[in-house]
């Protein structure tokens, strides 16, 4: 069971960077999942961002390599999010997800929890 706080969103311009973050507690250390980022707007279904897996591979959705980069502070028990570049259509609500599958290194079903999500805002 883990627990999932995020953190750091905001209004940025576009072509601005934002970092987000995401602080995990709970029984289990968040090195025993795969730890992810999603977004969502009202508009659209949830989508993932990008993963974390437990042997450090990341991936990330096509559209956003080379612009967003996900990272890993065990010691912390924190993941972070940082967006570079950003444009108007990566408005949206980000949840980070603590999973207990992986495909790949991409972080699947089941997750073990959900974070409350937050909200960033590119103008």
């Known amino acids: 069971h883990v627990q999932l706080v995020e953190s750091g969103g905001g209004s940025v311009q576009a072509g601005g960077s934002l970092s987000v973050s995401c602080l995990a507690s709970?029984?289990?250390?968040?090195?025993?999942?795969?730890m992810a980022w999603f977004r969502q707007t009202p508009e659209n279904e949830r989508e993932g961002v990008a993963s974390?897996?437990?042997?450090?591979?990341?991936t990330y959705a096509d559209d956003l390599k080379g612009r967003f980069t996900i990272s890993q502070d065990n010691a912390k028990n924190t993941v972070y999010l940082q967006m570079n570049s950003l444009k108007p259509k990566d408005t949206a609500m980000y949840y980070c997800?603590?999973?207990?599958?992986?495909?790949?290194?991409?972080?699947?079903?089941?997750?073990?929890?959900w974070g409350q999500g937050t909200q960033v805002t590119v103008s």
């Open positions: 997800a603590a999973s207990l599958g992986t495909h790949g290194s991409t972080c699947v079903a089941p997750f073990a929890g």
């Open positions: 709970g029984s289990t250390h968040m090195s025993s999942f795969c």
């Open positions: 974390f897996a437990q042997d450090g591979r990341t």
